[in-house]
């Protein structure tokens, strides 16, 4: 991804989030130079990785293939942090897909909180087979603690202020439809760099063409910025 699709997605996001009285913490708006001047009283926003995710799962096709979240809170994948949840904020665009994926360990929810438009979430589900591809038979889920039944590769809508829980192994992609969904995430510990298994090899975090200075930092730059 080009540093300017970044920028660009981090202030779209924003504005989105804003727009529908989503507040972000105030490091949400630190600067590389704010990121340089803190000290250890940061220290677990950089352990945790908590902060701007932008990631096109280096397809090059952001606005089909991608994805921008904010981690606003998680603990510590193997430590003995005292948290042991995880919450992310995610801007959906239009029809922008999430590419089909499971995690091994961690249980979630998706939350729909809204969005433009009707704001409608697709997700589609198959359970793992024990090679790790993609499984025949139906796959039962949770949507608001109600269990509903989908078969191979069947789809759930969630509509604004609907769920669904998503378990270890329970393959997944979803996509906004009818406007960009203002998504929600709330987990078990959260391990971008471990935890993600997808069904077509894939990068979790985008290679960068630097074009143009970063405005913001992504949760994976604190330590490079900090060296420079």
Known sequence: MKRSEINRSIAEAAAFFAENR???PPYAEWTPEDWKQSGSE???LRAQKLGWDVTDFNSG???AVG???FTLRNGLAGGKAAKVYAEKIMFVGQNQVTPMHYHARKTEDIINRGGKGTGRLAVQLYNSSEEG???EGVVTVTCDGIQRQVEAGGTVILGPGESITLTPHLYHTFYA???AGLIGEVS???DDDMDNFFLEPLP???EIVENEPAVRLLCTEYERFAAE
């Open 67 to 69: 994805l921008t979240l």
């Open 188 to 190: 078990s510990v959260n």
């Open 177 to 179: 439809v009818d406007g």
């Open 22 to 24: 989503f507040m972000l």
């Open 204 to 206: 979790r975090y985008p």
């Open 133 to 135: 591809g993609l499984a």
């Open 42 to 44: 940061a220290d677990e």
């Open 61 to 63: 096709n952001f606005a």
